[in-house]
C-alpha cells in the first residue's frame, strides 16, 4: 500500500509558469478550506501556425490545476474580464447540497456577465481522484478547462502502490477559429459545425501537424518506476483513443472512483470520463523514444477531426546524450476509428473495487425506472430561411424526442423560489410517448418537439434508468453526463432493450461507478444511482454539438424531511440574469 504524501515544490512551479507537466501535489490539512481566483481573460496564442486571442483562466491553457483532499472545503473566486457570459463547473464533484456552485449556465445559476465575480463555494464529501473544471455555457470550454486533483485524506494511501510522480494529461480539440463563431454558424444554418483543426495533449498539437514540432507534449520518465497518469477527456465533440508505444498501462480508477485493476494497450476515453492509469517503465533505458498519440473513436455520420495528436515519452538516461530527434521513435497502432466492439469490450472491464472500505452501494431495489432514448434529429426550416441540415431541416437532438430549450432563467433559482411558471413544467415523461423500432429502419417523421420539461423526484428515491441510442438520422454513441452524483452502470447492449431479457444480465455487485457513460452505438446503456441530493441537476450529451443541438434535461430532488436533507438559499452574490 502506497502513501499518499506528495511534496509541493513542482506545484509551486506551476503556480508560477503555467501548466504542470509533473505535477508534485502538495500536503494539505484534512478538512482545509482552499481558495482559489480564477480571472478569465483573453490571450494570444500561437498553434499550427495561427495566432490567435483565446479565453483563459489566469492566462493559462489548459488551466490551472485545482488540488485538495478530500473533506476539503473549496472557494473559487472567478472574474469574469471578458466580453462573453461565463460559468464554471466542477464536472464530477457531486455538491451535496451545493447546487448553487455546480455551474451550468440557466440550469443551477445565471452567467456570470462581464466584470462580475461569483464565488463557487463547495466541500468535496466522500470523492478523492481525478476530475475536471471546465466553463459550461456554449462552447467556451473548448479552452475553459483544467484539472482537479482530489488527495485522499492525509495519512490515507492509494489502494495502489505508491506512484513515483503523477502526471495530469488533459486531451482538447483546437480551432484555428473562434469556436463560439463555428457553434453559432451551425445553429444559425441548421448545419453541422465546422470540425476541429487539430487534438491536443495538454494544449499541445504535436509534431504530426504542420508547425507545431515545437508544441510538443513530452513526458520524461526514468527506468524502472511508476507514473500515476491522469487522463481527462476535455475535447468538444470526439471520443478517444490513446495509447503509448510499446507500454502497457493498468487502470485502477474511473472518474475518480477507484476501481478493479486491468492491463491494457488503449484506453477508450469520452468527453467528460477521466482515467488513472499506472504506467511502470522499462526497467533500463531503451535507446528510442516512443509516440504516446490519440485519435478519434466516431460512429456517426457527417465530417469529424480525424488526425492524430501526438506527445512523446522519453526516458532519461545520463549514458545516452544524443539529441531527442536522433533516437529511433517508436509509434503505437491505434485501433479502427469505428471499432464500436473494442469499445464495448473495453468498457465491460471496468469494475467498481467493491471492499469493505470502498463499497460498490449499488441499489438493489428500485422505485422509479425509466427508460429514454437518445438520439439526433431535426426541427423544420423556419419561413423565408434556407436551411443546410438533412433534407433542408435544421439539426437538432433530443432526449424521448424532446429537444431542451435552455431558459432565459436559472431552473434552480425558479424551483428554489417557487417561479416555476413560464420557466419550465415539470412532466417529463419517462419513456418515449411513441415507441417505434429505435435501431432499425428510422421513422418517416424526424422532428422533435421543443420545451423546457424536467423530471420531479422525492428525495431519496433509486432510480434506474436505460438510455437508449436511436438510428433516426445514423446510429452514434453519445457520452451522457449526470451532474450532481455518481451512477452504477449495471448492464449495457447492442440492439433495442428488452426489459424482459436485458435484467437477467445486470451486474449488481461491482459494476463501475462514474458520472459519465457512452451510450453504445446503435445499443443501450443501464445504471441505477440514489436520488439523495436536493436541486437542480442538469443531464446532457457532453458532445457540446448534441448539448448545442438539445440533447439535455433536467432532472428536480425535492427536499427531504431532515434539515440536512434540504437545499440551503442561494448565496448573496448569485449572478443574476
Known sequence: MGSSHLHSS??????????????????????????????????????????????????????????????????????????????????????????????????????????????????????????????????????????????????????????????????????????????????????????????????????????????????????????????????????????????????????????????????????????????????????????????????????????TVAGILKYKNPSNHSPINKLPLFKPTLPPLNATTFVANFTKQFRSLASAKFPANVPQTVDKRFFFTIGLGSNPCPKNMTCQGPNGTKFAASVNNISFALPSTALLQSYFLKQSYGVYTSDFPANPLVPFNYTGMPPNNTFVSNGTRAVVLPFNTSVELVMQDTSILGAESHPLHLHGFNFFVIGEGFGNYDPNTGPASFNLVDPVERNTVGVPSGGWVAVRFLANNPGVWFMHCHFDVHTSWGLRMAWIVLDGLLPNQKLPPPPSDLPKC
Open 10 to 307: 513542482t506545484l509551486k512551479t506551476a503556480l508560477l509558469f503555467g501548466f504542470c507537466v509533473l505535477l508534485q501535489l502538495p500536503e494539505i490539512v484534512f478538512g482545509t478550506t482552499r481558495h482559489y481566483t480564477f480571472n478569465i481573460k483573453s490571450k494570444n496564442v500561437t498553434r499550427l501556425c495561427n495566432t490567435k486571442s483565446i479565453l483563459t483562466v489566469n492566462g493559462r491553457y489548459p488551466g490551472p490545476p485545482l488540488v485538495a483532499r478530500e473533506g476539503d472545503q473549496v472557494l473559487v473566486k472567478v472574474v469574469n474580464q471578458v466580453p462573453n457570459n461565463v460559468t464554471i463547473h466542477w464536472h464530477g464533484i457531486q455538491q451535496l447540497r451545493s447546487g448553487w456552485a455546480d455551474g451550468p449556465a440557466y440550469i443551477t445559476q445565471c452567467p456570470i456577465q462581464t466584470g462580475q465575480t461569483y464565488t463557487y463555494n463547495f466541500t468535496i464529501i466522500g470523492q478523492r481522484g481525478t476530475l475536471f473544471w471546465h466553463a459550461h455555457i456554449s462552447w467556451l470550454r473548448s479552452t475553459i478547462h483544467g484539472p482537479i486533483i482530489i488527495l485522499p485524506k492525509k495519512n490515507e494511501t492509494y489502494p495502489f502502490d505508491k506512484p513515483y510522480k503523477e502526471v495530469p494529461i488533459i486531451f482538447g480539440e483546437w480551432w484555428n477559429v473562434d469556436p463560439e463563431a463555428v457553434i453559432s454558424q451551425a445553429l444559425q444554418t441548421g448545419a453541422g459545425p465546422n470540425v476541429s483543426d487539430a487534438y491536443t495533449i495538454n494544449g499541445l498539437p504535436g509534431p504530426l501537424y504542420n508547425c507545431s514540432s515545437k508544441d510538443t507534449f513530452k513526458l520524461k520518465v526514468k527506468p524502472g518506476k511508476t507514473y500515476l497518469l491522469r487522463l481527462i477527456n476535455a475535447a468538444m465533440n470526439d471520443e478517444l483513443f490513446f495509447s503509448i508505444a510499446n507500454h502497457t498501462v493498468t487502470v485502477v480508477e474511473a472518474d475518480a472512483v477507484y476501481t478493479k485493476p486491468f492491463q491494457t494497450d488503449v484506453i477508450v476515453i469520452t468527453p467528460g470520463q477521466t482515467t488513472n492509469v499506472l504506467l511502470k517503465t522499462k526497467p533500463f533505458s531503451p535507446n528510442a523514444t516512443f509516440f504516446m498519440t490519440a485519435g478519434p473513436y466516431f460512429t456517426g455520420l457527417g465530417s469529424f477531426d480525424n488526425s
